[in-house]
């Protein structure tokens, strides 16, 4: 189906993904993981996750083979392949293709697919890898959520979960991942990756620059944070008019809700997508994270909770 491997569509430290077409012209992303160690347990994973989902911001996972050493995962084809290409000013020819209001049409549907994952299955489902890379577009832009080959399944009633090891990206994982004093880890891991990556969508620059200008702008969480309170348009890109400045204005307040240190202090998805759906006025800034700022005590617990 893939005419020999022909076309790459990507490649990554999971392998590669090649474009395919089935009998019936079906077009297909074909995902052939490398034969490295535990590679099979991911894969399994991966099958079992996504199978029993179904909604229209998460990839299709349309078959699988698994004969020999050989880890093959068939997915639906998105045209438009993934988010990162789209939002990095470092890519030239993509950046600036997506408008506002596009931009924040994606942050709902991935905010929405999160909010399926974590309460519309009957085992909640914790992604552990929120990245742009892991967020596919369809021919219209519609966002769909991949790559399930670290998450973890978990009972809806049970809010922590045991965890070996860090799982995900650095620069999109939650401070409670190496430090329990934070709190435990639970479904807010995802809040977090969430706020990070779409903070990266507005700003058109990953989070942690070190090839900035000034070190006060390497971390962009903190240098937004001085806009806010200054009461300035915080500098993201392409903003023509009041209605895109209020969008993204939402989008940047409600991030900062996500990324907040304390996995308490961090909203739901369903508060996210609610948010997100509601008008700027009612939103609040929220105090700037413990990790973005100068060393200083944690916020107390005096800090208005976000459900």
Known sequence: MTNSFRVKLGQGGYGCVFKGKLDNGCLVAVKVLKGLKGSREEFINEV????????????????????????????????????????YDGNSLA??????????????????????????????????DIKPHNILLNEDFCPKISDFGLA???????????????????????????????GGVSYKLDVYSYGMMVLEMVGGRKNIDVEVDRTSEIYFPHWIYKRLEL??????????????????????????????????????????????????????????????????????SSTTLVP
């Not at 506002?100 to 399926?116: D, K, M, P, T």
């Not at 045991?162 to 991942?177: F, H, K, M, N």
């Open 48 to 87: 079992a996750t996504i199978s029993r989902t179904s909604h229209v911001n998460i990839v299709t996972l349309l078959g699988f083979c698994l004969e020999g050493h050989n880890r093959v995962l068939i997915y639906e084809f998105m045209p438009n392949g993934s988010l990162e290409k789209f939002i």
């Open 231 to 300: 009461d300035e348009q915080p500098g993201v890109h392409g903003i023509m008019n009041d209605e895109a400045n209020e969008s993204a204005r939402k989008m940047i307040i409600v991030d900062l809700w996500c990324i907040q240190t304390a996995p308490l202090h961090r909203p739901s998805m369903s508060k996210v997508v609610e948010m997100l759906e509601g008008s700027v006025e009612s939103l609040q800034v929220p105090p700037k994270p413990y990790l973005s700022s100068s060393p200083r005590s944690p916020p107390d």
């Open 95 to 128: 950046y600036h293709q997506l408008g506002w209001e596009v931009l924040y049409q994606i942050a709902i549907g991935i905010a929405r697919g999160l909010e399926y994952l974590h309460r519309g299955c009957n085992m909640r489902i914790l992604h552990f």
């Open 152 to 182: 973890k399944l978990c009972p809806q009633k049970e809010s922590i979960v045991s965890l070996l090891g860090a799982r995900g990206t650095a620069g999109y994982i939650a401070p409670e991942v190496f430090c329990r004093n934070f």
